[in-house]
């Protein structure tokens, strides 16, 4: 095991003896000791093989036994045992909202309470409102986070679809019967959460690409197989579908397969409105529903299809049916921002915060990658639970942010860092003052914690924005995509007032967030609202979510000159100043 996973480790474990109610003290050692492993500047294993990892501070003489017992074997017999000992369902309900550890304990010890379902029962019946802690509007959120968790249990985030779907078109592309092959569905159009994959393929023959498909590795079942058409289970409880079609089927195929219901109707009728009929296998001079060969327009490509309908080609991203056919007859579809336009990302963290490297490290990862900049954004003393800043070390790290860059300066390294904070937005207001944030390159305004009345949210949110210091709003919904609905807010009159003030908006490109959400983003850039598509990294790997974001901001309908983060340093520092000015 690596740093990182004996620290996911600790955590838990401290997480399962707060479940069973162990001494506080013992709990936080591990919290504890996981956070020192994530800020690790030398390599875990040399520590262990010097006998130094006791050296270092926060880790006693238990830890590293059971931390070189995990980096040696990949187990540790302490926390298998401990997991054992707690019932599954317990842990399950620590993924319901607002249900930590103590208030989980807590009614397991009084209501004998074991599952989710048993939850749910006893928050139906009032038992959970009459317990101390709880009250009615917890029992009452306990039943919506739920309900919430229950309704997307068949859908996956886009970077796992991703991650599975990858390695399978690759194969498909490689097979020697296969002419052409795309995904299809949600996942090419960009969503942010899918419930399958959908594979198509043309061939002449499918026999073979059946059979490779459905005994590859990594399939757990396989739930149908025909003889052009195919579903299996993949690892993670993934459904992938695949088709076979004839390479004359290819592209109206796609084009079915991936518009949504109301797009693909749209689709349907300005053929018909043509005297000609438009379904999954072609587009026909017809006035019926056929799949006659010999009616069949020559349509090679969805550029063709799109075409024949009198249509400029509409990206798969805008097939929803929210103005792109208005659009595509007037030609004026945009030309979409592309991952490769972006220049770095303004919204991250190191270990300053709850990062996991080091400001060195960074700058020397994200140079690597070819970014012009990275903006240093750690929490503010209010999330201390994420161990925010407070202002003494807020003025200690611009100090060592300008050392960082005069050495890469030194070096002949064009890439920077940027100086910034992610405040938290208050009910008092912000939790820095101005003098303070005026200091500063970067100033991202979050409201991490929102309370239960939309007028409250949206008018601090409002302030937010009208703060000269303040260049953007960060992840405006507060959603947490499967998990969590967002927080109660007038997005609408928040993007007014970002208009107002100049103040843009984060697309947050962290899978699980992916907010500001696609459907607004429209309404934004018709106010002339700028989006900042952020990575708000904690590791060095998170850098790979600009191109997850990029994909909501094209299913946005935004355009490289809509996003900030396009700009080349010089003219981002322009734009940065514009605000205070």
Known sequence: MDKDAVAEVLKEIGVLLELKGENPFKTRAYVNGARTLEGLTEPLETLIQEERLGEVKGIGKALVEKITELVETGELEYYTNLKASIPAGLIEMLDVQGMGPKKVKALHDKLGIESIEALEAACETGQVAELDGFGKKSEEKILESIAFKRQHASHHHRHKMLIAAEPILDDLRSHPDVIRCDIAGSLRRGKEVSGDIDFLVSAKDSTDIIEAFTTRDGILSILAAGGTKASVLLEGGIQADLRVVEDSEFASALAYFTGSKEHNIVMRQRAIDRGLRLNEYGLFKSTQETRDPELRLDCKTEEDIFAALDLT???????????????????????????????????NHSNWSDGHESLEEIAKTMSGLGLAYWAVTDHSKASFQANGLDEARVEKQLKEIAAVNQKLEDDGNAFRLLSGIEVDVLKKGLDFEDDLLA???????????????????????????????????????????????????????????????????????????????????????SRGVKCVINCDAHRAEHAGFLRIGTAIARKGWLAKEDVVNTLPLKQLKKQLAKKRN
């Not at 080609?313 to 659009?327: M, N, Q, S």
């Not at 008018?459 to 000269?468: F, G, H, M, T, V």
């Open 439 to 525: 200091q500063l390159e970067v100033v991202v305004a979050s409201l991490h914690v929102a309370g239960s009345d939309e007028k409250d949210n949206t008018k601090r949110l409002i302030a937010a924005a009208e703060n000269p210091h303040v260049h953007m709003l960060g992840h405006l919904s507060g959603r947490l995509l499967l998990e969590r609905a967002p927080q109660k807010l007038n997005q609408q009159a928040v993007i007014d007032a970002c208009a107002e003030t100049g103040t843009w908006i984060e697309l947050n490109a962290n899978p699980y967030r992916l907010d500001l959400d696609w459907r607004h983003w429209q309404y934004a850039k």
């Open 313 to 347: 080609y509409v990206p798969p991203e805008l097939r929803e049916d929210r103005g792109e056919f208005t659009a595509a007859e007037s030609g004026d579809i945009p030309r979409l921002i592309e991952w490769t336009d972006l220049k770095g990302s303004l919204h």
